[in-house]
């Protein structure tokens, strides 16, 4: 079985300050990890992905996410938040051997000017 | 090059109709995947299609059922509407070469939006 947890339901930051979005994650094989950002009413936006390889992924619109085998997490990073980072951000993995992905209860960022 | 497509955007139905929702993958995928999020959860994983055939299923019950087409578009059906079926509906396309292992990305579409009065 695989599953993922989003410990904190929201994070406020100032703009320009660092913002981390934590995940951890359960799988019975190899890890896939995925980040996705969710606006109002709309999709899913896919930011980045782990695989393998190197353990700090870069992805779309500065952001990057760090992953740790030892503590089975996927958090996500970005050195300066931005107000229009404002959203809601899922973490999602997939076990090696699965095709769907598993979701997290999701994190809701908000960005104050 | 359009990304995945969805329709309708919207839907209210009552308790007891069917629907059916449709989805058209990015160009290139071969892949698609339903979704359901319920308000203030994230997705749960219904069904994925390839080649025409489900190929996973989650925990969901038969009275949803799917069918993918030679274009690679696809349905979602939903019989006998209940209230808790009311969430938005989310389809996402992928593709991945025959043989490699499952670490092609899914690109989501902009949902429908089903209310079950």
């Known amino acids: 079985a695989q599953s993922v947890a989003q410990p904190e339901d929201q994070v406020n930051v100032a703009e320009g300050n660092p913002l981390t979005v934590k995940c951890t994650y359960s799988?019975?094989?190899?890890?896939?990890l995925f980040w996705y950002v969710q606006y109002p009413n709309r999709g899913l936006q896919f930011l980045l992905k782990?695989?393998?390889?190197?353990?700090l992924v870069k992805g779309s619109y500065g952001f990057e996410a760090e992953f740790n085998k030892s503590q089975t997490s996927f958090h996500l990073k970005k050195p300066s938040a931005l107000v229009s980072d404002s959203a809601l951000y899922f973490c999602?993995?997939?076990?090696?051997?699965?095709?769907?992905?598993?979701f997290g209860a999701g994190t809701t960022v908000t960005v104050r000017a | 090059d359009a990304g995945v497509t969805q329709s309708p955007t919207h839907l209210i139905k009552t308790r007891g109709q069917q629907v059916t929702l449709r989805c058209s993958p990015k160009s290139g995928h071969d892949t698609v995947s339903w979704y359901q999020q319920a308000l203030g959860q994230g997705p749960q994983f219904i069904f994925q299609?390839?080649?025409?055939?489900?190929?996973q299923r989650g925990n969901f019950p038969d009275r949803f059922s799917g069918h993918q087409f030679p274009n690679y578009s696809s349905e979602l059906n939903v019989n006998a509407l209940l209230l808790g079926d009311s969430a938005l509906y989310l389809c996402a396309s992928s593709f991945r070469p025959s043989g490699r292992a499952l670490t092609d990305t899914q690109y989501f579409g902009p949902g429908t939006r089903l209310t079950v009065l």
């Open positions: 999602a993995v997939r076990d090696g051997g699965d095709y769907k992905l598993s």
């Open positions: 299609y390839y080649e025409e055939e489900e190929r």
């Open positions: 799988v019975s094989g190899n890890p896939y």
């Open positions: 782990y695989i393998t390889g190197d353990n």
